[in-house]
């Protein structure tokens, strides 16, 4: 919602979540081979919005969703939802839910024996990543990003980074990096610190960062953003397919 805002000031380094939504439903239908969906909401602007379009996309695609359901995103009782989601036989449950919540969402999933695959969207990613922390095998996260053991400078990056803070390296911290690096370039290109002239700059650029090759559409949003689809495998995050970049 924020890129269809209109503002020329907005650039977006992440897949927006219309993007990201119809990548998950393609993902749940065709590599899941999905037959009964649940998806839960978090009750945030964000979480809608990507529960929406995700079950659109699946409908559209002709899948079934057996479950639509939304939790507070402070909440920390799931039974009821997933006690309609175990009742409702679904063989697939995406929730978009993000950091310690959606590891509890996790657990208390694995507590009531419930089968289904959980899909989770790209901020549930745990801060032990790319180990998997608390997640049990089994579960897919499409995370923004190409994997970045396959980006050039990232091993310099996070051992730089290791030396000046105490804090850990998350999956987002190359994003950061990336937005800060193509501010620089373009008020080099410029060579001045008119913020105007930046923004325009930056509405043509075509950079090459550590996540990739950032460009942007005409309200911001990147082009072609790059997504990597996990799924936990021995204690860890594996790569199972990527997406744009």
């Not at 897949?15 to 998806?39: N, P, Q």
Request: hydrophobic share 40%; net charge positive; charged share 20%.
């Amino acid at each position: 919602q924020f890129t269809q805002g209109g503002y020329r000031t907005v650039f977006q380094l992440l897949g927006h979540s219309d993007i990201t939504s119809i990548h998950l439903a393609k993902v749940s239908l065709e590599m899941l081979k999905a037959r009964r969906i649940a998806v839960i909401d978090n009750g945030t602007a964000l979480g809608a919005a990507l529960a929406d379009v995700f079950v659109r996309q699946v409908k559209q695609d002709g899948g079934l969703v057996v479950v639509r359901d939304t939790v507070n995103s402070k909440t920390s009782d799931f039974n009821a939802v997933l006690s309609r989601v175990k009742n409702e036989g679904a063989d697939l449950l995406f929730f978009t839910g993000v950091g310690p919540q959606a590891i509890a969402f996790s657990q208390h999933c694995q507590r009531l024996g419930i089968n289904a695959t959980l899909l989770l969207s790209g901020g549930a990613v745990n801060l032990e990543f790319p180990d998997s922390g608390p997640y049990p095998e089994g579960t897919h996260l499409l995370l923004h990003g190409l994997p970045v053991e396959s980006r050039p400078g990232y091993a310099q990056f996070e051992k730089i980074y290791n030396k000046k803070f105490d804090s850990p390296l998350t999956a987002y911290a190359i994003f950061s990096y990336d937005a800060v690096g193509m501010l620089i370039e373009a008020l080099r290109k410029n060579n001045s610190l008119d913020p105007k002239a930046a923004m325009e700059t930056l509405h043509n650029m075509q950079y090459k960062g550590m996540s990739g090759t950032v460009s942007f559409a005409i309200d911001g949003s990147q082009n072609n953003p790059p997504y990597t689809l996990y799924r936990v495998s021995q204690r860890k995050w594996q790569v199972t397919r990527t997406f744009g970049g």
